[in-house]
């Protein structure tokens, strides 16, 4: 599959900056040059003040990343933990900062209602998963919580999040 194989990465996904639109695409030339022209009419301007920042952080060593993998492995336990104890149901994710929760399991049967409500709730924020589908009723009711935050910020979301627990 190597030859119809690409590798998309980002700044934002590697290093947890959301917002930071660089990143890079590897793959076969053909390949490459085809994103490449579909980019150029997707992207007007990028965030070049960002680029020298990641070139600097992808020189870093092996253990910067690998301190840093397990850091986001605690915070993401920390999170399902928590989650857990307010009575949602949720799938534990081995690739991302963002773990996926089960609307019904805390009495709501949309996600973007659910979504919608935690503001005024409880304070939390959530993005409804139906957003990301191209039926949204396929994933009707899920959301999404990022645990790529400081210890305290989820630990206080966390401490939120249990006014929905049910009796």
Known sequence: MAD??????????????????????????????????AKQFLTYVNGAPFQPAVAESLAL?????????????GKRDRLLDGLAAAGFAAFRPSGTYFVVADSTSVGFTDG???CRALPELC???????SVFYDDPAD????????FCKRDEVLDEGIRRLQRLKRG
């Open 61 to 73: 060593p092996d253990s910067y990343f690998d301190d840093f993998r397990h850091a986001l492995e």
């Open 139 to 146: 994933g009707r009711n899920l959301v999404r919580f990022a």
């Open 112 to 114: 973007y209602e659910l």
């Open 123 to 129: 304070g939390v924020v959530a993005v409804p998963m």
């Open 4 to 37: 119809r194989t690409l590798t998309i990465s980002s700044a934002g996904k590697t290093f947890s900056v959301t917002g930071w639109k660089i990143g890079g695409v590897s793959g076969p030339a053909d390949l490459v040059a085809a994103v490449r022209a």
